[in-house]
């Protein structure tokens, strides 16, 4: 299993981004998937969920109305839009998998940093 | 919205001693949605421990879950040289849908 993040760099504010996250070693298609974000030296923040067919969406209050996820399942690939960028989203980017069988993240990547800064 | 507290902020202990880490929910919560993680510096989290008690897969014995409602805890038997490192607990809500992490607890080698 590996996911690999890209896309993180150095953004002014209210600018766009878009992070993806290519996946491979499972079934993409059949997992939901997160974004968790860490911001420098400080904790972990769950972002956004998206289920295995994209049909569904749920986000962090913090990033509601700027922040899309979506997944191309035949790409393999999640992704993360992201607008109306503040500084307080200055933060590794980590996209990571469901496990099935809990209500948990069972694997993750290593993350793509996003530094907005005027 | 559910909050977790974690306690203690950071816990200095010596390779072979026992770890005693709590999470506490500020209201109570399904054992089945409780999961800990740990992250080791410049890498990112791994699942240890879900449905507050299962360690996942590779997981040593020596990492254990227990805990119900509000209160629950992590405990390591005998800290490795390589159990040094930040732990949080995570909980997942349903209605919406969503993740709640502690602020994490950082254990140090004394």
């Known amino acids: 299993v590996q996911l690999v993040e890209s896309g993180g760099d150095v953004v002014q504010p209210g600018r766009s981004l878009r992070l993806s996250c290519a996946v491979s070693g499972f079934t993409f298609k059949t997992y939901g998937m997160h974004w968790v974000r860490q911001a420098p030296g400080k904790g972990l923040e769950w972002v956004t969920v998206?289920?295995?067919?994209?049909?569904?969406?749920y986000y962090a209050d913090s990033v509601k109305g700027r922040f899309t996820v979506s997944r191309d399942n035949s790409k393999n690939t999640l992704y993360l839009q992201m607008s109306s960028l503040r500084a307080e989203d200055t933060a590794l980017y980590y996209c990571a998998r469901e496990s099935p069988s809990s209500v948990s993240l069972d694997y993750w990547g290593q993350g793509t940093l996003v530094t907005v800064s005027s | 919205d559910i909050e977790l507290a974690q306690s203690p902020g950071t816990l200095s202990l010596s390779p072979g001693e026992r770890a005693t880490l709590s999470c506490r929910a500020s209201?109570?919560?399904?054992?089945?949605?409780l999961a800990w993680y740990q992250q080791k510096p410049g890498q990112a989290p791994t699942l240890l421990i879900y449905g507050a008690s299962t360690r996942a897969t590779g997981i040593p014995d020596r990492f254990s879950g227990s805990g119900s409602g509000t209160d629950f805890t992590l405990t390591i038997s005998r800290l490795e040289p390589e159990d040094f490192a930040v732990y949080y607990c995570q909980h997942y809500g349903s209605s919406p849908p969503k993740f709640t992490f502690g602020p994490g607890t950082k254990v140090d080698i004394k």
């Open positions: 998206i289920s295995f067919d994209g049909s569904n969406t």
């Open positions: 209201q109570s919560v399904s054992s089945t949605y």
